[in-house]
């Protein structure tokens, strides 16, 4: 396939293209991702609201093309844990990714297979290098601003959400005492 040069914009205050629909992921398509489940029903009664939105900009599925978009995670708690992407392996698990902090505060939380974790503070102008095996997800911590990266990773790397889906993240990222606090996953189901 022939890729052409081509020019898009993303809105630097809140991560939109005009130029490309999103992907959006709403309360419901998180079921079974946030700790608390009574909490997950009673926000999900109020309503099916978005939780994050990012852009698949069509690349090629290459190694030698690179995937890239904005990634914008809306503000909120579901009981005490932060609004969150589901998180993933990438297919291709040793393809790494890059994220750049345009808006928010933040952080990444990341793990290997093996059961290294990790996690960094996102903030305008801070970039997470997320190496090759491991899976990530990014988390709003902010009471009111959307959280906004920009991405970039090998055009075949692909996204591995079934590991997560069925073991979960080993860490979380709750509030306590009115602060981002990195807790054991009592869910985890390694
Ligand atoms: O649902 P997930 O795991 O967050 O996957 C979507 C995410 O994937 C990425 O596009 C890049 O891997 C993120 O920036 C975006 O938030």
């Not at 890239?68 to 790494?96: C, L, N, Q, R």
């Not at 994220?99 to 297979?113: A, I, N, S, V």
């Not at 970039?127 to 055009?155: C, D, K, M, Q």
Request: include cysteine; charge should be negative; charged fraction near 25%.
């Amino acid at each position: 396939m022939t890729v052409l040069p081509s020019l898009h914009e993303f809105n630097l205050n809140n991560g939109l293209s005009s130029t490309r629909e999103p992907i959006r992921r709403t309360l419901s398509k998180m079921k079974g991702m946030f700790h608390d489940e009574a909490a997950f029903d009673a926000e999900l009664a109020k309503g099916d609201s978005l939780l994050y939105e990012f852009y698949d900009m069509g690349v090629p599925d290459s190694e030698k093309d690179v995937a890239y978009g904005t990634s914008i995670t809306y503000p909120g708690k579901v009981g005490d844990e932060y609004h969150m992407t589901k998180g993933h392996f990438h297919t291709v698990i040793d393809t790494a990714e890059v994220y750049y902090c345009l808006r928010g505060h933040g952080y990444m939380m990341m793990e290997t297979p093996e059961g290294e974790t990790q996690w960094l503070e996102f903030l305008p102008g801070k970039a997470v290098y997320v190496p090759g095996r491991w899976a990530h997800r990014s988390i709003n911590v902010h009471p009111t601003e959307p959280l906004v990266t920009f991405f970039a990773f090998p055009g075949n790397a692909g996204h591995d959400y079934g590991t997560i889906e069925s073991k979960g993240f080993r860490k979380l990222m709750v509030e306590r005492d009115g602060k981002p606090t990195v807790i054991d996953n009592p869910r985890w189901n390694g």
